[in-house]
């Protein structure tokens, strides 16, 4: 490893994709990737074993996803630099990450050099956004439905991606490492808060905001 070089925990549950990136950000000689996870529980604890400069998080991952995973390291570090490399460009995962204390964002669409800049960028302290996002975040209109699932809180917010995806409250509860009990209660909280009756009308909200694909 290159003297200085900014130090990477990159996540992401699919192999091929990691090892690409692994490659892409490795092409620099001021860049390495020390660390590589494929879950958001492996991510949390090999950043606990070995910390870095920049911990790169996909978020649709088997188990612990992304932002939970994000919320869970800043928990237990509030100066951990996370950026998020997900295919959802929808706003509501961008301002969900930002609130959780995320400070980088970027597409899997985005051009590779925009990587490497990201991560340069992020290691001196600065925050990155794709520009597409930021812009869309900047002059965003926002409906009294955007307003209704921005009131979930993080916790709520995993429940509610998890019940919108077809997944039970047992399924959520070994996912999110809760109690059933505690699930139905985020369930109930969340349909109160969205204003729905059943299942469909999550999920139909879930897909309007790019939480899940149609």
Do not use: W
């Amino acid at each position: 490893m290159a003297i200085n070089a900014i130090t990477v925990l990159l996540c992401d549950d699919h192999p091929m994709v990691r090892n690409g990136f692994k490659q892409l950000l490795q092409s620099v000689p001021d860049i390495e990737v020390v660390s590589e996870a494929e879950t958001g529980e492996q991510a949390y604890q090999n950043y606990r074993k070995q910390k870095v400069d920049v911990i790169i998080l996909d978020i649709s991952m088997p188990g612990m996803g992304g932002l939970a995973a994000a919320r869970h390291i800043l928990e237990y570090d509030a100066k951990a630099k996370i950026m998020m490399l997900t295919m959802h460009d929808s706003q509501t995962y961008v301002v969900r990450a930002l609130k959780i204390g995320v400070k980088g964002y970027l597409t899997k669409m985005a051009e590779p050099d925009e990587l490497i800049k990201s991560v340069r960028l992020m290691d001196r302290g600065r925050p990155y956004i794709e520009a597409s996002l930021a812009h869309d975040l900047a002059f965003a209109n926002v409906s009294a439905e955007s307003d209704l699932i921005d009131i979930l809180s993080a916790r709520e917010f995993e429940v509610f991606s998890a019940l919108a995806d077809g997944q039970s409250v047992k399924e959520i509860s070994c996912l999110l490492h809760l109690s059933p009990k505690t699930v139905g209660v985020h369930r109930t909280n969340i349909m109160k808060k969205l204003h729905t009756d059943n299942l469909s009308d999550i999920t139909r909200l879930a897909i309007r905001h790019g939480v899940i694909a149609a």
